[in-house]
């Protein structure tokens, strides 16, 4: 079934009224069987080699340019790394990272002090254990308002990548980074930009850009770093099933991650009253579950900003190679921190880097703070807010998950929104973007 196109004004951006209408084009079918663009939207509108030929082999370009699309996009992107540009956040940081500095002295170690100077002098340090019973996680970090913990021996079953490993392993593997991360429907300062191209290409800018040593000089502090981030290399890349088995789910999460139970439950009624068999049904729920699994890939500096995970998940997120610094606040902060109004799953407030006068209140939140070590694990409960930044090149693996006790009437209520969306074509069959949220 084809997409409605709304007409011109309505689409492209929310509208101040908080018109529902706005729309952006978001798979190839949107274009139309004459293909074209539609420039009042501030999209990416190529994804995945979208206007290209693909024909019987790989897909080739247009003959007037003259190039592959991957070649394409990997010019583009070089061009873009290149460029001498900043962001508010990446900024933030480096004034952060100088605080630092200040503190150790000439050959101090800065890192050292990332979670406990400047702005976070007064931030509880994220409770670090070990060796816990699974069957105690839910009800000691889950319930009620919860609490972020840092699991350190999380990882111990993990394979002990590089990130050239994920190189070779993902190799061509097309991947989108942005020099602002998460987006957000409505932006302050410079819009996001977002480029694509194959993960080897990615790693060899991430190479390029850290270079050796993590020393406060040794930052790029002219272009800002491009970050991949939540990239669905568990579900999408031909490399889905070995990553399972390198990075198979924390020990601890056993019994509190009650995902895939609940998945099967609700494709099992679902596939009941619109009648698929029992496969299809299957199928839907391994590839929902799967979708929730994500890979984070970036050099040093590469910001996560203010922000909770949405549909009301938990989450957990483990270092796989390099440092990282997460900084939380609980959801009874989010008066605090510049929540977006219509973005209420995002905040403004930088808080490595805060503005007092503009955000008042910022003053009684309390941040707590930690720095994730590679094999270290952090357990983030449903709306809590995170801010997170790469201290050294960095990879995370990442999952949201729900619990019968917690949060599984949301996991309902968005997997039933977006099936009705996505599950049915113009003849009543599955349709072909079922398997994902």
């Not at 082999?57 to 900043?86: I, M, N, Q, Y």
């Amino acid at each position: 079934m084809a997409t409605a196109v709304p007409m011109y004004g309505r689409r492209g951006k929310v509208l101040e009224s908080g018109d529902s209408r706005a729309w952006r084009p978001s798979e190839a079918r949107d274009f139309g069987a004459s293909g074209g663009a539609f420039p009042e939207c501030a999209v990416v509108q190529f994804p995945h080699g979208m206007g290209w030929d693909h024909g019987d082999g790989d897909a080739s370009a247009p003959v007037t340019l003259g190039v592959d699309f991957e070649t394409l996009c990997g010019t583009a992107a070089a061009k873009a790394f290149a460029e001498r540009r900043s962001t508010p956040e990446y900024d933030g940081f480096l004034r952060h990272v100088d605080r630092c500095a200040e503190i150790v002295g000439e050959y101090g170690d800065w890192t050292r002090v990332a979670s406990t100077g400047g702005a976070l002098r007064g931030a509880v340090a994220v409770r670090r254990v070990s060796g816990i019973d699974p069957n105690t996680v839910e009800a000691s970090f889950l319930l009620g308002e919860g609490e972020p913990v840092v699991v350190e021996d999380g990882g111990r079953n993990w394979a002990s990548w590089t990130m050239d490993d994920f190189k070779l392993e993902l190799d061509s593997f097309f991947v989108r980074c942005n020099d602002r991360a998460p987006a957000r429907r409505s932006e302050e300062g410079p819009l996001q930009r977002t480029h694509q191209l194959a993960f080897r290409d990615y790693v060899d800018y991430v190479h390029r850009r850290d270079g050796d040593g993590c020393s406060p000089r040794s930052f790029d502090r002219e272009r800002v770093p491009f970050y991949a981030n939540g990239l669905r290399a568990f579900s999408e890349s031909d490399s889905a099933e070995t990553l399972a088995k390198a990075f198979p789910r924390p020990y601890f999460a056993r019994e509190c991650d009650q995902t895939d139970a609940l998945v099967a439950s609700i494709t099992s009624e679902l596939g009941k009253r619109l009648r698929f068999d029992e496969h299809i049904s299957e199928t839907l729920a391994k590839g929902v579950s799967k979708s929730l699994d994500k890979v984070f890939c970036g050099p040093r500096g590469a910001i996560t900003r203010l922000h909770f995970d949405a549909g009301d998940a938990h989450g957990y997120l483990g270092q796989v190679v390099g440092r990282k610094l997460f900084v939380f606040f609980p959801p009874s902060d989010g008066d605090k921190l510049g929540v977006i109004q219509n973005d209420p799953t995002h905040a403004l407030i930088d808080p490595l880097d805060p503005d007092f006068e503009r955000f008042p209140r910022f003053c009684d939140a309390q941040p707590h703070a930690c720095i994730l070590a590679p094999g270290e694990v952090v357990l983030n409960p449903r709306r809590w807010w995170h801010y997170a930044v790469s201290l050294d090149s960095s990879v995370t693996v990442m999952r949201n998950f729900y619990t019968v006790n917690t949060n599984a009437e949301a996991l309902v209520e968005m997997f039933v929104s977006s099936a009705a969306g996505t599950m049915k074509d113009s003849s009543g069959q599955l349709g072909p973007r079922a398997a994902t949220l």
